[in-house]
Nanobody, 119 residues
Framework: QVQLVESGGGLVQPGGSLRLSCSAS????????MAWYRQAPGKQREMVVSITSGGTTNYADSVKGRFTISRDSAKNTVYLQMNSLKPEDTGVYSCNARRLPNGIRVDYWGQGTQVTVSS
């Protein structure tokens, strides 16, 4: 079973930065796409950014220019660098990895890490 473990969340003031990590138990390039999602209290989960195995990224408009996804193949880890954080970035951030065996979508999720942006 694939395991994804997130870390790096915490409390930060508006304008500050955090870097989240998602460590996978398997080769991150074995996944069709990996992504970061977030869920704010009382809101639906939304995708923040995704990256395909080929390196194509897709950012939510709300984070473009502030967040950057990257990966380290040697560590099987995907990172989310978050700069210029705003209170509306608060939420539980979860790592997602997806495979498409025979065209069937299979999703794996981490347990999530809390990010709170507040003064």
């Amino acid at each position: 079973q694939v395991q994804l473990v997130e870390s790096g969340g915490g409390l930060v003031q508006p304008g500050g930065s955090l870097r989240l990590s998602c460590s996978a138990s398997e080769n991150i390039f074995s996944f069709y796409v990996m992504a970061w999602y977030r869920q704010a209290p009382g809101k639906q989960r939304e995708m923040v950014v995704s990256i395909t195995s080929g390196g194509t990224t897709n950012y939510a408009d709300s984070v473009k220019g502030r967040f950057t996804i990257s990966r380290d193949s040697a560590k099987n880890t995907v990172y989310l660098q978050m700069n210029s954080l705003k209170p509306e970035d608060t939420g539980v951030y979860s790592c997602n990895a997806r495979r498409l065996p025979n065209g069937i979508r299979v999703d794996y999720w981490g347990q999530g890490t809390q990010v709170t942006v507040s003064s």
